[in-house]
């Protein structure tokens, strides 16, 4: 079955998800390794943001449990919840701001939440910071609704550094980003692996992978095609990832090394059966992430 | 728009004030007005039921509301031992002497606890035991009017009033009519040894004093509401004394349509009822201006009874049945009168439109 | 056939339970909310102030109007049956006790439920409520009980001022049709009007707002995903609210006077 790492930060042990009577994870177990860049890739509908969603415990999978540091989600105190939000953030597809807030308040609601201690002099300083990181020059007093899909995306993403937290989840960061903000955003990926903290990213843009990504996962079809270090999945010759690959490989390679870890190739425990294969059918056209 | 959401907390704020600020108001308004924060002083009586007198019932005094019973209870004498309050501005009125009385409606509308002051100097001290009238304490300060007890103007009692000797009349006038018919059932039967002239003169008494109280009943008519158990009592007297009236009619009337057992009598010359027939009708006279009399007194009667409404179809019934049976001593009698050989014999009476009917028809008006 | 009807029956015993779960978790928020000093305390100005102050204006027509059609219909009809005082009752049975509370439920779930339920669906199919789990705020604690609270507390001021216009305001009003003299108009009001007439016409609103509040929320939150889901659950949020409503009025009715 899985990898056996040495400190997940985030495990899920044989995850099912079900979305609108259609199965979109199907016992899905990987381990995300604690301070490392892993990308998860995966055609349209194969179920990317179904497992982003469900390790940042957004979705609570019908079976199978999902850990935080050998945790079980399912499991938290409303403290150890609070705590374990704390030190995640998610940035959604469509960045998901709220629209009836101004953009100081959806930078400032997290730090109201978890430093309430923070004077509002004190969070506007530290919304200014993170603005600044990301590159948004925009008011503060606008709403979502007047900016651009990539100021918006910026916005996001300055609401998931606020907190400066040790694991983020990031869904599709680069849509809608023109070339000067997709750079930007690189640095910040950047220099949150360089910080230490974990990442977890869906993308489908293989220049980020190739540049960010010290870990792969790929999925297909709601099951785990494949997961390990970048060179390993790459040089590996699966056929469910193989396309994948291919394109990673066109690239060539990376001038870092990689970290320690053998190559882990998941394949399914047992063939799906009759109505999972149907599902699959349904779950392509069904999920858009 | 942008007003309101910036002045939210302001606006917000003055639209909750306001309202709780009116509500407390409004129940003020109610506190004051039902007398939540007046103080009470607490009294005691007893009476011998406690109908009529559960908790909350006001107690009035001249038409006001001064206080309301508290609490009732059933004593080991089976006695109802009742606290009641007064309140504060009535209280001086609770003088030595002052007594409750429990006043029932007549036609059912309920009943009054009515609160009469003691004619005394002394304000009685909170807690006092308070008499109801019809206890003996209660009737002692009555009979010694320590008590200021109002005259009852209300109509109801002023009707009742009238109509008590009205319905004795015509309850006595019946007895005598009936004496009298007993006599003539005797007379016809042979039997009748006595004096028919006395009997005459006993019943002409009766028969005067009716007029009058027919007279008194017609001021009656305006005021329309009656005490319908006495006035049930009264009338089933006067029913009892129709229904022997009706009992002697049937027996008069056998008796003349028996003519083997009438005729031989009627010859007899020595037999009573010669001298019955030879008085030129004056006997005759005599009844049949009574059994008028009667007649225009249940008229009355049905008059205010008519305008006692629909609530007492059982008393039109009775009257109904008193006036059908009088009608039947009148033709009766009239038959008598063309007697002897029943010359023109007993009158078919034109139906009268029923008593009864016309008060429930009166209601749809 | 049976089958189907199981199913449907166990669909339907699931969703109440759901529904119920939700009330439950709403209520027990609702407790941890004055506790703690929440962000909430502005969506719960902002809630009262559209579902309550903004529905004055339309409220205060309504209770203006019927109060002065019964005032001026009363003393016309009433004195021909001897019935004058009827007045009184029939104005505190309907604006106070039974009409004044329902009205203004009608009048706040057609603003404001649709509203909730449309806001709340919104937010759900552009992942706002994920946003918010996302950064530990819990959506029923942040976006229901303000909402729970403030249509609670809408409805009973509301209800507050349809009593005062309903019985006060249309005096005034009938003053300029009809004149009734004040003294002997307020007196008679005030002794007819008992507070447990006034406790229950509150005590409806209270619950009328709890049912509006929960329902609208809880279907604002069925939507999934399509944005097609929103109009079908602001729909679905009036036609429940009023049920539940016009039912939870009669059982309180029937246990008042049965």
Same mark, same amino acid.
């Given at each position: 079955?899985?990898?056996?790492?040495?400190?997940?930060?985030?495990?899920?042990?044989?995850?099912?998800?079900?979305?609108?009577?259609?199965?979109?994870?199907?016992?899905?177990?990987?381990?995300?390794?604690?301070?490392?860049?892993?990308?998860?890739?995966?055609?349209?509908?194969?179920?990317?943001?179904?497992?982003?969603?469900?390790?940042?415990?957004?979705?609570?999978?019908?079976?199978?449990?999902?850990?935080?540091?050998?945790?079980?989600?399912?499991?938290?105190?409303?403290?150890?919840?609070?705590?374990?939000?704390?030190?995640?953030?998610?940035?959604?597809?469509?960045?998901?701001?709220?629209?009836?807030?101004?953009?100081?308040?959806?930078?400032?609601?997290?730090?109201?939440?978890?430093?309430?201690?923070?004077?509002?002099?004190?969070?506007?300083? !530290?919304?200014?910071?993170?603005?600044?990181?990301?590159?948004?020059?925009?008011?503060?007093?606008?709403?979502?609704?007047?900016?651009?899909?990539?100021?918006?995306?910026?916005?996001?993403?300055?609401?998931?550094?606020?907190?400066?937290?040790?694991?983020?989840?990031?869904?599709?960061?680069?849509?809608?980003?023109?070339?000067?903000?997709?750079?930007?955003?690189?640095?910040?990926?950047?220099?949150?692996?360089?910080?230490?903290?974990?990442?977890?990213?869906?993308?489908?843009?293989?220049?980020?992978?190739?540049?960010?990504?010290?870990?792969?996962?790929?999925?297909?079809?709601?099951?785990?095609?494949?997961?390990?270090?970048?060179?390993?999945?790459?040089?590996?010759?699966?056929?469910?990832?193989?396309?994948?690959?291919? !394109?990673?490989?066109?690239?060539?390679?990376?001038?870092?090394?990689?970290?320690?870890?053998?190559?882990?190739?998941?394949?399914?425990?047992?063939?799906?059966?009759?109505?999972?294969?149907?599902?699959?059918?349904?779950?392509?056209?069904?999920?858009?992430? | 728009?942008?007003?309101?959401?910036?002045?939210?907390?302001?606006?917000?704020?003055?639209?909750?004030?306001?309202?709780?600020?009116?509500?407390?108001?409004?129940?003020?308004?109610?506190?004051?007005?039902?007398?939540?924060?007046?103080? $009470?002083?607490?009294?005691?009586?007893?009476?011998?039921?406690?109908?009529? /007198?559960?908790?909350?019932?006001?107690?009035?005094?001249?038409?006001?509301?001064?206080?309301?019973?508290?609490?009732?209870?059933?004593?080991?004498? $089976?006695?109802?031992?009742?606290?009641?309050?007064?309140?504060?501005?009535?209280?001086?009125?609770?003088?030595?002497?002052?007594?409750?009385?429990?006043?029932?409606?007549?036609?059912?509308? =309920?009943?009054?606890?009515?609160?009469?002051?003691?004619? =005394?100097?002394?304000?009685?001290?909170?807690?006092?035991? /308070?008499?109801?009238?019809?206890?003996?304490?209660?009737?002692?300060?009555?009979?010694?009017?320590?008590?200021?007890?109002?005259?009852?103007?209300?109509?109801?009692?002023?009707?009742?009033?009238?109509?008590?000797?009205?319905?004795?009349?015509?309850?006595?006038?019946?007895?005598?009519?009936?004496?009298?018919?007993?006599?003539?059932?005797?007379?016809?039967?042979?039997?009748?040894?006595?004096?028919?002239?006395?009997?005459?003169?006993?019943?002409?008494?009766?028969?005067?004093?009716?007029?009058?109280?027919?007279?008194?009943?017609?001021?009656?008519?305006?005021?329309?509401?009656?005490?319908?158990?006495?006035?049930?009592?009264?009338?089933?007297?006067?029913?009892?004394?129709?229904?022997?009236?009706?009992?002697?009619?049937?027996?008069?009337?056998?008796?003349?349509?028996?003519?083997?057992?009438?005729?031989?009598?009627?010859?007899?010359?020595?037999?009573?009822?010669?001298?019955?027939?030879?008085? $030129?009708?004056?006997?005759?006279?005599?009844?049949?201006?009574?059994?008028?009399?009667?007649?225009?007194?249940?008229?009355?009667?049905?008059?205010?009874?008519?305008?006692?409404?629909?609530?007492?179809?059982? /008393?039109?019934?009775?009257?109904?049945?008193?006036?059908?049976?009088?009608?039947?001593?009148?033709?009766?009698?009239?038959?008598?009168?063309?007697?002897?050989?029943?010359?023109?014999?007993?009158?078919?009476?034109?139906?009268?439109?029923?008593?009864?009917?016309?008060?429930?028809?009166?209601?749809?008006? | 056939? %049976?089958?189907?009807?199981?199913?449907?029956?166990?669909?339907?015993?699931? &969703?109440?339970? *759901?529904?119920?779960?939700?009330?439950?978790?709403?209520?027990?928020?609702?407790?941890?909310?004055?506790?703690?000093?929440?962000?909430?305390?502005?969506?719960?100005?902002?809630?009262?102030?559209? #579902?309550?102050?903004?529905?004055?204006?339309?409220?205060?027509?309504? &209770?203006?109007?019927?109060?002065?059609?019964?005032?001026?219909?009363?003393?016309?009809?009433?004195?021909?049956?001897?019935?004058?005082?009827?007045?009184? #009752?029939?104005?505190?049975?309907?604006? +106070?006790?039974?009409?004044? @509370?329902?009205? #203004?439920?009608?009048?706040?779930?057609?603003?404001?439920? +649709?509203?909730?339920? +449309?806001?709340?669906? #919104?937010?759900?199919?552009?992942?706002?409520?994920?946003?918010?789990?996302?950064?530990?705020?819990? @959506?029923?604690? *942040?976006?229901?009980? @303000?909402?729970?609270?403030?249509?609670?507390?809408?409805?009973?001021?509301?209800?507050? *001022?349809?009593?005062?216009?309903?019985?006060?305001?249309?005096?005034?009003?009938?003053?300029?049709?009809? @004149?009734?003299?004040?003294?002997? *108009?307020?007196?008679?009001?005030?002794?007819?009007?008992?507070?447990?007439?006034?406790?229950?016409?509150?005590?409806? &609103?209270?619950?009328?707002?709890?049912? +509006?509040?929960?329902?609208?929320?809880?279907?604002?939150?069925?939507?999934?995903?399509? &944005?097609?889901? %929103?109009?079908?659950?602001?729909?679905?949020?009036?036609?429940?609210?009023?049920?539940?409503?016009?039912?939870?009025?009669?059982?309180?009715?029937?246990?008042?006077?049965?």
């Amino acid at each position: 079955m899985g990898e056996e790492a040495a400190n997940p930060v985030i495990e899920l042990r044989s995850v099912t998800t079900f979305s609108g009577g259609y199965q979109i994870l199907k016992d899905v177990s990987v381990s995300f390794i604690e301070g490392a860049t892993t990308a998860v890739l995966g055609s349209a509908g194969s179920g990317k943001s179904a497992l982003l969603k469900t390790a940042a415990g957004l979705v609570v999978p019908d079976s199978g449990s999902v850990l935080f540091r050998g945790a079980s989600l399912a499991s938290f105190s409303e403290d150890e919840e609070r705590y374990f939000r704390s030190r995640t953030s998610f940035v959604f597809q469509d960045s998901a701001l709220w629209a009836n807030q101004t953009i100081l308040n959806n930078i400032a609601l997290p730090l109201r939440v978890h430093r309430h201690w923070m004077g509002e002099s004190e969070i506007a300083e !530290r919304i200014r910071e993170v603005l600044a990181r990301v590159g948004y020059d925009e008011g503060l007093a606008l709403r979502p609704a007047e900016l651009s899909a990539g100021e918006q995306k910026l916005v996001s993403i300055a609401r998931a550094l606020v907190l400066d937290p040790e694991l983020v989840f990031l869904d599709e960061p680069a849509s809608g980003l023109d070339e000067d903000a997709k750079e930007r955003v690189q640095e910040v990926l950047d220099s949150l692996r360089d910080a230490g903290k974990s990442v977890l990213l869906v993308t489908n843009d293989m220049g980020w992978v190739h540049r960010v990504a010290d870990r792969i996962v790929i999925i297909r079809d709601g099951r785990i095609a494949a997961a390990g270090l970048y060179d390993e999945v790459v040089a590996s010759e699966v056929p469910e990832t193989a396309g994948l690959v291919a !394109r990673l490989r066109a690239r060539g390679a990376r001038a870092r090394n990689a970290p320690e870890s053998p190559v882990t190739v998941v394949r399914p425990a047992r063939e799906p059966s009759e109505g999972e294969r149907s599902a699959d059918n349904g779950a392509d056209e069904e999920r858009g992430s | 728009m942008k007003f309101r959401i910036k002045h939210a907390d302001r606006i917000v704020g003055l639209f909750v004030l306001v309202a709780v600020g009116l509500l407390c108001a409004i129940v003020i308004l109610l506190g004051a007005n039902q007398r939540w924060f007046a103080k $009470n002083y607490e009294f005691k009586s007893r009476f011998t039921s406690g109908t009529g /007198i559960p908790p909350g019932t006001p107690i009035l005094m001249r038409g006001f509301q001064i206080g309301k019973i508290k609490k009732i209870t059933l004593t080991e004498e $089976n006695q109802v031992d009742v606290v009641f309050d007064i309140y504060d501005t009535y209280y001086p009125k609770v003088r030595q002497h002052s007594i409750l009385e429990l006043s029932v409606s007549p036609i059912g509308l =309920g009943s009054q606890l009515l609160f009469h002051p003691g004619k =005394g100097e002394e304000v009685l001290a909170e807690g006092s035991y /308070i008499p109801a009238a019809d206890t003996a304490e209660g009737q002692a300060v009555i009979e010694q009017e320590l008590a200021e007890i109002p005259p009852r103007d209300d109509t109801v009692s002023r009707l009742i009033a009238g109509l008590n000797p009205l319905l004795e009349n015509a309850s006595r006038t019946l007895v005598t009519v009936n004496r009298t018919l007993t006599e003539v059932n005797r007379a016809l039967a042979g039997q009748s040894t006595g004096p028919l002239g006395s009997i005459v003169g006993d019943v002409s008494k009766a028969a005067s004093e009716l007029p009058r109280a027919v007279a008194g009943a017609s001021n009656l008519i305006e005021d329309v509401e009656g005490r319908t158990d006495a006035l049930l009592t009264e009338l089933q007297g006067i029913l009892a004394s129709v229904n022997e009236v009706s009992a002697s009619l049937a027996k008069a009337a056998k008796e003349m349509e028996d003519p083997t057992g009438l005729v031989p009598k009627l010859l007899d010359p020595k037999g009573s009822l010669k001298t019955f027939l030879d008085d $030129n009708n004056a006997l005759y006279n005599k009844v049949l201006g009574m059994m008028g009399d009667v007649e225009r007194s249940i008229r009355s009667l049905r008059e205010i009874m008519g305008s006692l409404s629909s609530e007492m179809p059982k /008393i039109a019934s009775l009257l109904e049945e008193g006036k059908t049976t009088l009608q039947k001593t009148q033709d009766v009698l009239e038959g008598l009168a063309n007697n002897p050989l029943l010359r023109k014999g007993i009158p078919e009476r034109q139906e009268q439109q029923s008593l009864y009917r016309s008060i429930r028809e009166g209601d749809f008006q | 056939m %049976i089958d189907s009807i199981g199913k449907a029956v166990r669909g339907k015993l699931d &969703s109440f339970l *759901y529904g119920l779960g939700f009330f439950v978790s709403v209520l027990r928020e609702t407790g941890r909310f004055f506790r703690r000093r929440q962000v909430g305390y502005k969506v719960l100005v902002m809630q009262i102030l559209f #579902t309550g102050f903004e529905a004055l204006r339309i409220n205060a027509v309504m &209770s203006l109007g019927i109060g002065a059609a019964i005032i001026v219909i009363g003393t016309s009809l009433l004195p021909q049956f001897g019935q004058s005082q009827l007045l009184y #009752t029939i104005l505190i049975i309907v604006i +106070t006790r039974e009409l004044g @509370p329902l009205l #203004t439920a009608f009048v706040v779930i057609a603003r404001s439920g +649709t509203a909730i339920a +449309t806001e709340l669906g #919104t937010m759900v199919v552009s992942h706002e409520i994920e946003a918010y789990l996302s950064v530990g705020v819990n @959506p029923i604690s *942040y976006l229901v009980v @303000p909402r729970f609270l403030g249509m609670v507390a809408s409805m009973l001021i509301l209800t507050i *001022y349809f009593n005062i216009f309903g019985l006060l305001g249309s005096f005034l009003v009938v003053q300029v049709v009809r @004149p009734v003299g004040f003294q002997e *108009y307020f007196r008679n009001l005030l002794t007819t009007l008992t507070v447990s007439d006034i406790l229950s016409g509150l005590g409806k &609103s209270v619950i009328f707002g709890a049912i +509006t509040s929960v329902v609208a929320t809880y279907q604002g939150f069925s939507v999934t995903r399509a &944005s097609t889901e %929103i109009p079908v659950a602001g729909i679905r949020a009036v036609g429940q609210s009023f049920m539940l409503c016009i039912l939870a009025d009669v059982v309180i009715t029937l246990m008042q006077y049965v």
